[in-house]
């Protein structure tokens, strides 16, 4: 199949969840990176997996034409098209699959399956400053929480994650529980800005070697909310949130440093849609400065879900000749 090995630049799409996005890179360097979110799924509470496919569907033309036109890229230059092949919700990456290869067949160029959360890792590299391998990333979002050694751009090993909730998931359940809505997580990180971190103790699972657990402190907190009722809670909102968060993060650091001993590796890297919460950045940030750590952290735009880093993965994966075919479908259970 010919295809332009000169410049290598590629389209890539996102559509793993609940937000439709489309980003150009050229030899490495990103062009664009567009991403369209569902507010539909607000007044659900969470997000609707069939609705959430239907809105792909109507808005990924908008969203690549919107990407061509910012990068001044044409659909002639390009070398190869990627897509999220997993994981993620199944009727959302179909449609992103499904365009995918149909432009890619139209065009006569190589497609690239992207695994998603391998994606999130690699949003390190779209910017300086940029980890050195070997590093440990921790990947932290609504599905998934893990910590994951990253031996080389395509070659990492998961070394812990959880053994029930994600700590995105931990965030979203407790606001929806306290009435703030969805999504939870940027609410209760606003809040738990205002208020004591110490001022209500939850309780840290106990979890053997690098296994996380988050579904504990939050049965803590439907427990304490209905022990002490709705007034007490809303006038108490900011302790709370500040509290209840100070507790997730506060599980996360302590295996990330369990981490970072045990494998004696000081580059230190965060990625996924938790990424973005700024309590957790700055605990970060201040055990990076006590552990000698030399910490990394995406910009906002690469944290949650977006084509970008889709596009630094299959960069990547271009330039090792991992392409997929035309019978690649979606695996909403990709493992790293």
Not at 62 to 84: C, D, P, Q, Y
Not at 190 to 216: K, Q, R, V, Y
Not at 315 to 325: P, Y
Request: one cysteine or more.
């Amino acid at each position: 199949m010919p295809f332009n090995t000169e410049n290598i630049t590629i389209l890539a799409i996102e559509s793993s969840c609940d937000e439709t996005s489309a980003a150009v890179i050229k030899n490495g360097k990103m062009l664009t990176n567009i991403v369209a979110s569902q507010l539909i799924h607000e007044v659900h509470g969470g997000v609707v997996p069939e609705l959430a496919s239907r809105a792909h569907q109507k808005d990924i033309v908008r969203v690549v034409s919107e990407a061509f036109s910012e990068s001044g890229i044409n659909k002639a230059e390009l070398s190869a098209i990627a897509f999220t092949r997993g994981p993620g919700l199944l009727g959302s990456l179909l449609v992103g699959t499904s365009f995918a290869k149909s432009m890619a067949l139209g065009l006569n160029i190589p497609l690239i399956d992207v695994n998603h959360m391998q994606a999130h890792v690699l949003a390190h590299f779209i910017e300086a400053p940029r980890p050195k391998f070997p590093f440990l990333c921790q990947t932290v979002s609504g599905g998934h929480t893990q910590i994951v050694l990253v031996k080389s751009a395509l070659e990492m090993e998961v070394l812990g994650e959880t053994a029930d909730d994600a700590v995105g998931e931990a965030f979203d359940k407790a606001a929806k529980m306290l009435g703030l809505g969805y999504p939870g997580g940027p609410r209760i990180d606003a809040l738990a800005a205002e208020g004591n971190p110490e001022a209500f103790p939850f309780p840290i699972s106990e979890m053997p070697d690098l296994t996380f657990s988050f579904s504990g402190v939050k049965t803590s907190l439907l427990y304490f909310i209905q022990k002490h009722g709705e007034e007490f809670v809303n006038n108490n909102m900011a302790d709370i949130c500040a509290s209840y968060q100070h507790t997730l993060i506060l599980t996360l650091i302590r295996k990330l440093k369990k981490a970072s001993k045990l494998h004696k590796i000081n580059q230190i890297a965060i990625a996924g849609g938790v990424a973005a919460n700024k309590g957790l950045r700055k605990a970060l940030s201040e055990m990076a400065e006590k552990q000698r750590w030399e910490l990394f952290i995406p910009e906002f735009q690469y944290c949650t879900d977006n084509a970008g880093m889709i596009a630094m993965a299959a960069h990547f994966m271009f330039l090792e000749g991992k392409f997929a075919d035309q019978k690649v479908s979606p695996m909403p259970r990709f493992s790293i």
